[in-house]
């Protein structure tokens, strides 16, 4: 799997590692939901014993294997421009307009 970003997007999460360390994590919450559920980005220390690696041109990107299934072969993220969120898609899917970053790392200075 591969994720393609925009100018906005690489801006927007240069900004949330702050200087520091960290693994975007694209992942779906889907308990409750009818349909193919939330799709959000957790900003992690380090990966999990599950997650794979997503080749990326900038950044670290990962998926659990058990949530590999909900996504293509090629994501783009595009950074919405009044918004601090971004648009997840595929060639043939549109994942959500309104997906953001949720900062999960430990032990960081995360003022801004």
């Known amino acids: 799997m591969r994720v393609e970003f925009d100018s906005m997007a690489k801006e927007r999460l240069e900004k949330a590692l702050n200087g520091q360390p960290g693994y975007f994590k694209l992942i779906t919450e889907n308990e409750g939901c ?13 990966a999990g014993a599950t997650d794979k690696p997503l080749d990326s041109e900038a950044f670290s990107f990962l998926v659990d294997a058990q949530q590999e299934i909900y996504f293509e072969q090629t994501l783009r993220l595009k950074g919405h421009p009044t918004f601090p969120s971004f648009r997840l898609s595929s060639d043939s899917m549109l994942y959500s307009d309104h997906v953001i970053i949720k900062d999960r790392r430990e032990n960081l200075n995360k003022a801004v």
């Open 34 to 46: 009818a349909t193919g559920g939330i799709f959000n980005i957790l900003l992690l220390s380090e």
